[in-house]
């Protein structure tokens, strides 16, 4: 069964920093475009970081800013968000998605994983 396991959230303060990790298991993450994304209390699911299958390229929201890195370590099949600079409005969970386009049927498949909870606050 394909499983996408989130870990490294928890409570940090203002400023602070989290490393959240995305292991995969029975999926091979190296022919997947990697994403983090976010979800704060009643608000919708939103983007935070992309990764490509390589790690060649990267792309991220508009309110990382410049605080967040996202990488990959295709040989532990593990995705990484590094988060420094940690603002209360960070506060939500955090999911890893991974997905591709199949061929010939260019049907979009995709994995999700259970969530991490990030919490900055004071």
């Known amino acids: 069964q394909v499983q996408l396991v989130e870990s490294g959230g928890g409570l940090v303060h203002p400023g602070g920093s989290l490393r959240l990790s995305c292991a995969a298991s029975?999926?091979?993450?190296?022919?997947?475009?990697m994403d983090w994304y976010r979800q704060a209390p009643g608000k919708q699911r939103e983007l935070v970081a992309t990764?490509?299958?390589?790690?060649?390229?990267?792309n991220y929201a508009d309110f990382v800013n410049g605080r967040f890195t996202i990488s990959r370590d295709n040989a532990k099949n593990t995705v990484y968000l590094q988060m420094n600079s940690l603002k209360p409005e960070d506060t939500a969970v955090y999911y890893c998605?991974?997905?591709?386009?199949?061929?010939?049927?260019?049907?979009?498949?995709?994995?999700w994983g259970q969530g991490t909870q990030v919490t900055v606050s004071s």
């Open positions: 990764i490509t299958t390589s790690g060649g390229s990267t």
């Open positions: 029975e999926l091979i993450l190296s022919i997947y475009t």
């Open positions: 998605n991974a997905h591709r386009i199949t061929m010939p049927t260019m049907r979009r498949v995709d994995y």
